[in-house]
């Protein structure tokens, strides 16, 4: 799929001509490294210094002015101090340059008068229509124009395949010289700071765009605009993997929630759920970000998540099969016919079972026989090779024996190269062949997950269901609901009445159990007989959310004096519990007496909108935690991907005495109100706790729903 790319981005990619502005013939200072590492970078374009004293700097004329400098010049690179970059913008603008990177520091980092410093810095830009990076960003590299817009001390990363996009200037500068020292290189750098203009999400189809990159890597702090974010990320990782590493995960700042979905859906929940909808994957660490990052770029996708694990000790071996099975792939079954040839090229005592322990005095040529039968058994997906120093040979020996092999396969290839000292000539090998290495098997494992992770995403886009909204939906009446409600004077900032979350599933086809208010004992017990026995009973309040905590819930109500009982008991609970709450009455319900127990809710996230959560439901959901999230709306394939990834869901197909549910009826009610809550902004929270899931083809009941406008 070709990408479609903003031209007005293309300078910052392609720029036929760069002005220095803050060029300096310091070498202490930035503007001298970045005028360096621009013209050592081999940069074919033009190349012009500016600074008021003029002179001369690495054999070129400094111009006095931006106004001086010829033709072609589309990219200005600002390095002056932060209180004039501002003037220097519009100098820019006035000489028709519509790209600059501003590198300076002094902005919205360093409080308010640095942010209003960089609030006249996008005014002045917008005025003359500049496209910025930064401010305080170290600039950009593309290895392959090649182009080094940084201050960074040489030298830059190597050309290779990995593109890095970061909100951290000095994680950059540590990669740089990381990736160096592992043995890879990057297409592409770019920092981009303070992302007063562009940010992650202007990067992507540029870098899509590109031949030269397989893969996406992004270090984000945050995100703009979640949902823009998505839709770019999805169009672009149906052709290339993205990988992010998202830091601040346990930051202690969380909104003020009430409901249980409120509670589980913190900022972490969402970017899951986002990522998942864009299919980036997501890593822990930067060690990870890179692991992953080589193997998606190195190696071809399997077809499958079975591993032949080819090693010549038993320990690691046993330790690859852990580390496998914990990232939810299986060791291969290996066919008679592999056990056979595997037989006839080892020694007698070496378990051609798998994992294949070839023993300690396993010889290169060893290594070469068992790999080739194993990538040629149709059960083998894909081949984890682990290599400690052997005994009776250098590694270095057998890598290369190794490589021709590995190079020619269609199925991937992961190498655990155990050691330090006495591997180094393997790992060189390896590394200049482009065959993904790793210092234990933990990491290898790891490393196939993630192969096999995209292949899965890869075909189940192919595959996609388009999102639609469910049959019956009324969004224009349930509108009308709140619409209503507010002209009436409805208290919006507080949880909505049960009557018009009532209105609201309805709207929305998500059965409830017959359910009315009662303002009197008498009223209860015939609103009871109307509906028919077993009912339950439930305080009507406004401040009452947790209504089981206040003593305000009482079911499986048989009998007309358990039900005025009920009444009065329930009365006196919540008076007790909380004395300052207003009472509206008593809702008398038929009772749903059979069934599983589980919530669905849905939130409004600041950045990435309605996000809805599955999982285990009743009182202890937050105790459990047994819970999954979606940006929503959704369709039926990702509402079963929430039902697979809990308890809650997977218990819906019976376990032990507890006979299946009907597990259409729950996808159903998450696709109704995945729509209900994308078509409806207004609502921060809306939860369904607990629904009651009957047998097969019974159908499932919302019990208990309540739902909160945003302010």
């Not at 009507?540 to 004096?561: F, M």
Request: hydrophobic letters at 45%.
């Amino acid at each position: 799929m070709s990408q479609q790319t903003d031209p007005t981005l293309s300078p910052f990619f392609n720029p036929a001509g760069i002005a220095v502005i803050g060029a300096s013939t310091t070498p202490a200072k930035l503007g001298f490294g970045v005028a360096r590492n621009l013209v050592q970078s081999g940069y074919t374009g033009a190349i012009y210094f500016v600074n008021p004293r003029g002179g001369r700097l690495l054999e070129r004329p400094i111009f006095a002015a931006v106004d001086d400098l010829p033709a072609p010049v589309d990219l200005a690179l600002i390095i002056v101090p932060a209180p004039q970059v501002a003037q220097t913008l519009a100098a820019v603008g006035r000489r028709g340059i519509h790209a600059a990177i501003i590198l300076s520091g002094g902005f919205r980092e360093t409080g308010p008068a640095g942010a209003a410093l960089e609030e006249e810095c996008l005014r002045v830009a917008r005025e003359h229509n500049i496209r910025l990076i930064g401010p305080n960003c170290i600039g950009l590299v593309n290895t392959h124009l090649p182009l080094d817009t940084t201050f960074l001390p040489p030298p830059g990363p190597p050309p290779g395949d990995v593109a890095f996009i970061s909100h951290s200037g000095a994680i950059c500068a540590a990669v740089i010289d990381w990736a160096r020292g592992q043995g890879f290189g990057l297409s592409h750098l770019i920092s981009l700071g303070n992302q007063i203009d562009v940010c992650e999400t202007d990067t992507l189809a540029p870098l899509a765009a590109d031949p030269h990159t397989k893969v996406i890597t992004l270090y984000l702090e945050g995100i703009r605009d979640g949902r823009r974010f998505v839709r770019a990320a999805r169009r672009v990782t149906r052709d290339k993997p993205i990988i992010a590493l998202k830091v601040g995960r346990y930051s202690a700042g969380r909104r003020a929630v009430a409901s249980h979905t409120g509670a589980l859906a913190g900022q972490e929940s969402a970017f899951n759920a986002a990522f998942r909808r864009a299919g980036v994957i997501r890593a822990n660490t930067v060690e990870e970000l890179f692991d992953w990052a080589r193997a998606l770029a190195w190696c071809p996708l399997p077809a499958g998540p079975d591993v032949a694990v080819l090693t010549n000790a038993g320990g690691p071996g046993v330790t690859a099969a852990d580390a496998l099975e914990s990232h939810g792939l299986s060791l291969a079954m290996l066919s008679p016919a592999t056990e056979a040839a595997l037989r006839a090229v080892l020694p007698a005592d070496a378990s051609v079972r798998n994992p294949v322990d070839m023993l300690a005095a396993a010889t290169a040529g060893q290594y070469v026989d068992s790999l080739r039968i194993l990538l040629d058994d149709t059960a083998v997906h894909s081949v984890l090779v682990i290599l400690p120093p052997p005994p009776m040979e250098s590694a270095g020996g057998v890598a290369r024996a190794l490589i021709p092999i590995i190079f020619a396969a269609v199925k991937p290839v992961i190498i655990a190269l155990m050691g330090e000292r006495m591997i180094q000539e393997a790992v060189e090998y390896f590394r200049a062949a482009r065959v993904p290495e790793y210092r234990f098997p933990e990491r290898a494992a790891a490393a196939l997950a993630v192969l096999t992770e995209r292949a899965g995403r890869v075909r189940a886009a192919a595959g996609e269901v388009e999102r639609r909204p469910p049959a019956g939906t009324r969004p224009a009446e349930a509108r009308r609901v709140l619409d209503d409600f507010r002209t009436a004077g409805g208290d919006t900032a507080d949880f909505l009445p049960f009557e018009i979350v009532s209105r609201l599933l309805d709207a929305y086809g998500i059965p409830t159990p017959q359910a009315a208010l009662a303002t009197t004992a008498d009223q209860a017990v015939d609103l009871a007989w109307q509906m028919g026995f077993p009912v339950a009973l439930k305080i009507a309040s406004p401040d009452i959310i947790h209504k089981s905590e206040a003593g305000g819930v009482l079911l499986n109500l048989r009998e007309p004096g358990e039900v005025a009982d009920g009444f009065a008991a329930i009365l006196n609970n919540v008076r007790t519990a909380a004395p300052q709450a207003p009472i509206d009455g008593v809702h008398v319900q038929r009772m749903v007496t059979t069934g599983q127990e589980v919530i669905i809710g849905a939130v409004r996230d600041p950045q990435f909108e309605a996000i809805v959560m599955f999982g285990s439901g009743g009182v202890e959901v937050e105790g459990l935690r047994d819970v999954e999230f979606s940006l929503a709306p959704l369709n039926e394939d990702e509402a079963q991907v929430l039902l697979a990834r809990t308890w809650a869901g997977r218990r819906l197909d019976g376990f032990r005495n507890l006979p299946p549910a009907d597990r259409a009826a729950v996808l159903d009610i998450i696709c109704r109100l995945g729509q209900l809550a994308a078509d409806l902004p207004e609502l921060a929270e809306i939860e369904l706790n607990p629904v009651r899931v009957l047998a097969l083809g019974e159908g499932a009941f919302a019990v208990d729903a309540r739902a909160r406008l945003g302010a």
